[in-house]
Each structure stands twice: as structure tokens, then as C-alpha cells.
């Protein structure tokens, strides 16, 4: 990457840039001040500033442009065509208010002139100007010569100090808001842009001189206010190269305080426990799968605590690769834990455990889903057994105390629960390994106060699993301190899910497809995006189509219902009846999009499918499909929206969860793809993902060379660097961000 040279047109005004009035204020914290210290900055637009992210005479600086309009320089008014967009210099002779008969319309007429010629200058409900608008005043006016006059779109007063600055060359278009209009940010930033000087410069000289970049003074300016579109472009690289570098080195740094001074629990050599359950598996693990416990394996053999992610396609066999990490802990005599979001969630992945785990053939254990493996064949019948223990909100007292007492007596097993795990009064003796399901479920605070329960001060080995697939630009910005795992393949044998787009002519036909698979002996899923009804929001609710199915469409059926809002007996019972046979039919919100194993259900129908998002949309046909039968997903959707739209083409014609979550990035960008900003990523001013993925690759590989070179990012030499880092990508920032 080389970014382009700033400038190809006129130099800036520099003189005329210094001259901006502005008070004056102490030189160490002038970036730092308020922008109440602008003129025109009163306390409430302040107020809706800040609601904006712009409260400091920084923040307003590094809000930049979003575009610019070109409105080249003034014309006499003789040049000008019918129809065409320009901006004249002109002085009034007369102005007047017409009225009009529609009581909100109001119409103002001013006869102006210049050196070619005269014309009537026109604007729209804009009565009170008119008192300005003495004979004799000067001012530019831009907007469109039509039959009946100018029509006026922006004007300013020649003699303001911001004359020019609206409507003559670059001009710079900011997001704004209802209650900041980007007229006035631009003449805040008019008035601010001198201080670019004071600017911090984090990137290292060495490294400005090897990317022949420029330096961030001249970038701000350019950015706000560039001589042309080329210098525009430059600056906006130059500045998104330094956001993405400042966030990969707070990133890298934070992974290094991590482990610094703090150790984690090397694992001895595996004695053959874990090896034998991968062994007894009734299939073959993919290439995929036994790359990853490979590269667990390694990192488990090192004193430096495991911090990896594994993502991975819907049914490639996550849940193998985790248990084989925590079944590493147990034969060591150590504790394993698996947190997941959700009860239901936990309450899933202990039921799957529990079929793992057995470890005798009096057990009568039956198939375990597919993703995560069959039969476990009584592997592990020659070493001790090995208990899965469950904790929830929901777990009974004398249970719960139990299980208290015996992780804190240090018996080897492993516990799988929600939020439950990281309260105080939970005192593991040995954690080695944890598993963190949908990990960007949590929070900074909660995934530190797991890293607590690692005993005597050290860190256990932490893999944390999605099963949203997460392009490359997103793994290293919000996981960007994490090793990444990605699982592409499937299991032999998986069916590809056929997929259909429907609008409400198509549902008598869906319904009897449904019926038709269910008298095969099938079951199916239909997912709706509300529990109960809402005035508020036409959406089918859970509920109410439950009772609607079973008394009407599927009546000659076994119909249930589980959702989110149910106790935890309740989703028990509805999940065993469903998993069992003992129902055809599961009417459910998104509580089942992860975790739920049925292979006899071929048929996933979701209602409002223009409601939920792309990679929602993948987890939830991701619930059929795993068995021998071909499997089907149907959505009914009205989308109203091109994103919307969309989203339905895509989930339509691509089956490869990693293909999708490029496509869903496109359409939503970086800050909302995971649903959640807990993950503490943030929103960034300059760069855009993934359109500058070269970029972050870029800046991600400089960081790197950095710590190679200087031994560690925290050596002297880099402290003006990761100051800046800290300041704007750092811990506290991200706590914020999860709070």
C-alpha cells in the first residue's frame, strides 16, 4: 500500500485559514477543549454535538466528511443556463415577501445584480431573511436558474468570515443531525481547522517516510477542506491507515498485558483419555477439525494461556473440537468449563455433553447430533468417569451447593452454565480450560472476570467458539487479539439445504409441502420473530401461531411451542418432545438458532424472514439438514427495503456461511454485522470495511514488524504510539463500549 500524494490542485489559503476567529485557549489542552469555545457552539447545540460523538475540539476535527460537493467558483449571472446547478456573487436592490394561498408556503423575492446583468433571486419559507436583505447587501447565492427566477438552495453574506465557505469550490458535506444541520459543523470545523497543527502524530516518522505519507495536519485540513477530489481521497487514506493502525496496536497490546506477568496452566503431554474419544467417533474428522486440535494442542502445551477463536460453518463440528480441548484439562486433573449466553443455549450443549460423556455401555446412550459427534462407544469406560455438571439461574439450591462445594474441593470435571460461572461465590480450584460459546454475546467485564477463576493469579487456556462465520476484516478488528480457527468443511455425507424466497400466494403450497414431509415421518421448525402479539409490530408471534397451526393447518399433528420467555422445565419439556419425536412440529422464536440438534427435522419455514439478519437467517437454516434426508428452508418475506431484499436474494442462492458473511458485511458494515457492540468494537471515522481491507492488512502487518523491532509495543520509544493507541481504541474505551 502507498498512499497518494496529498494535492494536485491550488495549495490551501493558509493565511486565510489562521485568520479564523477563535478564542483563545491553553496550548497543552487545545484539542481537548470543549467546542463550546467555538462561536456559535451554544449549550445546546453542544448538547446535540455530543449526541453525535463531538464534544471536544478533537472529536470535531476527526468528524470527518462523509462527501463534498463541488461548487466550483461564481459566474456572472449573464452566464447562466436554464437548469443548471452554479453559484453567482451578486448584490440585492430590493426584497420582498409575496404571499401565497397555501398558509405554509411562503415565498421570498430579491432583485439582485452584478457586473452581467440582473435576475430575481427566490427562496422558500424564508420570511424572516428578508429583514437581511437590505438594499446594498452582498452575498453569494447558489442554486438553479429556472423560469420564474433563481431558485436558491444555500447562501452566505460577504461579510461573514465564512464567506465562500458553503457555496464556492470543495465543499465538504458532514453527517449531521435534525438538531445540527451540516451547515454548522462545517463553519465550527472552519473555525477549529487552524488547530489541526496540535494535531497528535502517532505514526512513527520511520514508518510516515516508508509509506511516503503525509503528516496529520495536513491530512485533517485536506480532508475538511481539500483543493480537489484527488487530495479529498488521499487524506481520508491517510487518516483511516492511522485509525486502523492505532487499533490493531491497541489490540496487539492488549493481548501482550495479558499475559504479561501472569502465566497459564501448561498441560503435560496427553495420556490418551481425549485421543481415545476422537478415536471412537463413528466418522471421520474432517481436515479442518484435526488442524484445530492440532493447533489447540500446541497452544495448550504452552505456559502462555490459549486466547483462540474458532468460528466455523453451521454443522462443521465445533463442538468436537471444544470438547477435546476441555477433555485435555480433565485428564490432567484439572476443571473445564463451557459458558454459554442463554439457558437454553447451556441447557443444549449439557445435554450433548452428558451423551459425549457417558463412559459406560450400560449407559444406552443414543446418537448425539451430528455436528458434534454420535456415539462416544464407551471410549472412555477405562478411565475414571467424567461428569458434566450444568449451572444456570435456574438451578436448584441444593444442587447448586453441591456443585459449589465439589469445584471448590477441586474434583475434576467439567461445568457448563450461563453468567452463572463468573459469580463470586463460584470459586473453581483448578480451571485450565474454558470455552466461551458466541463469545460476542459477552462483555469485556465478563470475559476478565472468567480469567479470575484461573487459580493462584494464573489465566486458563480460552477458546472462544461462534458459530457466526466472521470475515477476515472483522477477525482482526474485533478479534484481532485472538489466534482464529475457522472451520470450513463439513461432515461427509452433509446435504446441501435447498432454499426458497415465498410471498403469502405461496403458502397453501408450503403448508401442503409440509404436511407432505411430516407424513414421511419428518419433523419441521417454524420460527417466528415475536413470543407474543404486538399492536406495535405486524409480525407473527410464536404464540398465537402455535394455537393457529395446531387447530388449523397442522391440526392432524403433534404441534409445540418453545421460546425464550418460557421457564426453564418448560423449554426442557418442549425441546425432549421435539427431540424425542414425541411432536411433528417446533413453533419457536430465535431461541433456537444455535444449539438445537434434531436430524429427523428436514424442514426449517421462517415467518418475517425480512426481520432478521443474514447471518441469523444462515443459523437458523442451519437446524435442518443434519441428517440423511434432504433437508428444505422456506421464507416468507415482504422486504420493503433494498437491504432487506438483499438479504433474502443472498441467503437464497449461497449455502457458505463465510461467503455470506462477506455479502452481509457489504450491506451492513463493520459496526452492526455482529449484532452487538459489546465486543468493543468501534465505530470508526475514516476507515470503511471492507472496502479497505488493504489497509487494515497493512496496518496490521506494520504493528507487527514494530513489536518485532522494538522487542515489545510498550518499549519508550513507542510511547507517544500506544498513548494514542490507548486513548482512542484502549481498555477503558472498550469498557465503555461494553457497559
Not at 441 to 460: H, I, N, S
Not at 506 to 532: H, K, M, N, T, W
Not at 544 to 564: C, I, P, S, W
Not at 693 to 721: D, F, I, K, M
Amino acid at each position: 500500500y502507498v498512499p497518494r500524494a496529498l494535492g494536485s490542485g491550488e495549495p490551501l489559503d493558509r493565511e486565510r485559514l489562521l485568520a479564523a476567529p477563535l478564542k483563545t485557549l491553553p496550548r497543552p489542552t487545545i484539542l481537548d477543549a470543549p467546542i463550546t469555545k467555538l462561536r456559535g457552539a451554544g449549550p445546546k447545540l453542544a448538547e446535540a454535538a455530543a449526541e453525535m460523538g463531538i464534544s471536544s475540539l478533537g472529536d470535531l476535527l476527526r468528524h470527518l466528511p462523509r462527501g463534498y460537493r463541488d461548487r466550483a467558483e461564481p459566474v456572472g449571472l449573464a452566464e447562466l443556463k436554464l437548469g443548471e446547478e452554479a453559484t453567482v456573487k451578486v448584490e440585492v436592490s430590493r426584497a420582498k415577501v409575496r404571499p401565497t394561498r397555501r398558509r405554509r408556503l411562503t415565498i421570498l423575492e430579491a432583485d439582485v445584480s452584478d457586473a452581467t446583468g440582473q435576475a430575481k433571486a427566490i427562496w422558500f419559507n424564508r420570511a424572516w431573511l428578508a429583514d437581511r436583505l437590505q438594499p446594498g447587501t452582498r452575498l453569494f447565492l447558489h442554486g438553479k436558474l429556472e423560469k420564474r427566477g433563481f431558485n436558491v438552495a444555500e447562501h452566505e453574506f460577504l461579510d461573514s468570515s465564512e464567506a465562500g465557505l458553503h457555496t464556492t469550490g470543495i465543499v465538504p458535506v458532514h453527517a449531521a443531525s435534525e438538531r445540527l444541520r451540516p451547515q454548522r459543523i462545517r463553519e465550527w470545523v472552519w473555525q477549529a481547522i487552524p488547530l489541526a497543527r496540535h494535531a497528535i502524530e502517532p505514526v512513527p516518522g520511520r514508518l510516515r517516510r516508508e509509506l511516503r505519507m503525509t503528516g496529520a495536519e495536513d491530512a485533517l485540513v485536506a480532508s475538511h477542506f481539500p483543493p480537489d477530489g484527488h487530495a479529498a481521497e488521499a487524506a481520508r487514506e491517510r487518516l483511516a491507515f492511522e485509525e486502523l493502525f492505532l487499533y490493531q496496536a491497541a489490540l496487539v497490546s492488549r493481548r501482550g498485558r495479558r499475559v504479561s506477568g501472569k502465566r497459564g496452566i501448561r498441560l503435560p503431554e496427553p495420556d490418551g483419555q481425549a485421543a481415545a474419544w476422537i478415536d471412537s467417533l463413528p466418522f471421520e474428522l474432517t481436515g479442518d477439525q484435526r488442524r484445530a486440535i492440532d493447533e489447540i494442542d500446541e497452544d495448550l502445551a504452552e505456559a502462555q494461556p490459549m486466547q483462540r477463536l474458532l468460528m466455523g460453518e453451521v454443522g462443521s463440528g465445533k463442538t468436537v473440537v471444544c470438547v477435546h480441548a476441555m477433555l485435555r484439562a480433565i485428564e490432567a486433573g484439572h476443571q473445564a468449563a463451557l459458558m454459554a449466553p442463554t439457558e437454553t443455549l447451556a441447557e443444549q450443549h449439557f445435554r450433548t455433553l452428558e451423551v459425549l460423556l457417558a463412559a459406560h455401555h450400560e449407559t444406552g446412550c443414543s446418537s448425539p447430533p451430528h455436528e458434534t459427534g454420535r456415539s462416544s462407544r464407551s471410549a472412555l469406560a477405562s478411565h475414571p468417569r467424567i461428569t458434566a455438571t450444568l449451572l444456570t439461574s435456574a438451578t436448584p439450591a441444593g444442587r447448586r451447593r453441591a456443585l459449589l462445594d465439589s469445584l471448590a474441593a477441586g474434583q475434576p470435571q467439567l461445568v457448563v452454565g450461563t453468567h452463572a460461572l463468573i459469580e463470586e461465590a463460584v470459586q473453581f480450584s483448578s480451571l485450565a480450560v474454558a470455552v466461551v460459546d458466541e463469545q460476542h454475546r459477552f462483555g469485556v467485564r465478563q470475559r476478565a472476570a472468567l480469567d479470575a477463576k484461573g487459580p493462584g493469579g494464573r489465566l486458563p487456556h480460552v477458546l472462544h467458539m461462534t458459530a457466526t462465520p466472521i470475515p477476515r476484516t472483522l477477525s482482526l478488528t474485533a478479534y484481532g487479539d485472538l489466534d482464529t480457527t475457522a472451520l470450513h468443511e463439513l461432515p461427509a455425507g452433509r446435504r446441501p439445504i435447498r432454499t426458497r424466497v415465498v410471498d403469502e400466494e405461496s403458502r397453501p403450497a408450503a403448508y401442503d409441502f409440509i404436511r407432505a414431509r411430516l407424513r414421511e415421518g419428518r419433523q419441521a421448525f417454524v420460527v417466528c420473530p415475536l413470543v407474543a402479539d404486538s399492536e406495535a409490530v405486524q409480525a407473527k408471534a410464536a404464540e398465537a401461531e402455535a394455537k393457529r397451526l395446531a387447530a388449523t393447518d397442522l391440526r392432524d399433528f403433534r404441534v409445540a411451542l418453545l421460546h425464550g420467555q418460557m421457564s426453564s422445565e418448560q423449554k426442557g419439556r418442549a425441546m425432549e418432545a421435539f427431540a424425542s419425536g414425541e411432536a411433528d412440529v417446533l413453533v419457536a422464536t430465535t431461541v433456537i438458532e444455535v444449539g438445537i440438534d434434531v436430524p429427523n427435522a428436514t424442514v426449517m419455514l421462517v415467518e418475517g424472514a425480512e426481520r432478521f439478519g443474514l447471518s441469523q437467517l444462515h443459523q437458523l437454516r442451519g437446524r435442518v439438514g443434519r441428517g440423511e434426508h434432504e433437508s428444505f428452508c422456506i421464507l416468507f418475506g415482504d422486504p420493503e427495503s433494498d437491504a432487506a431484499r438483499a438479504r433474502l436474494d443472498a441467503i437464497a442462492e449461497e449455502g457458505d456461511g463465510f461467503a455470506l458473511a462477506e455479502v452481509d458485511l457489504s450491506i451492513r458494515g463493520e459496526g452492526e454485522i455482529l449484532g452487538t457492540r459489546q465486543h468493543g468494537l468501534p465505530r470508526f471515522r475514516a476507515a470503511t470495511l471492507p472496502e479497505d481491507t488493504a489497509l487494515l492488512l497493512e496496518a496490521r502487518r506494520r504493528v507487527l514488524e514494530l513489536r518485532e523491532r522494538h522487542g515489545s509495543l510498550e518499549a519508550a520509544s513507542l510511547g507517544p504510539l500506544m498513548d494514542e493507541a490507548r486513548r482512542r481504541f484502549g481498555d477503558e474505551r472498550s469498557e465503555q463500549i461494553a457497559a
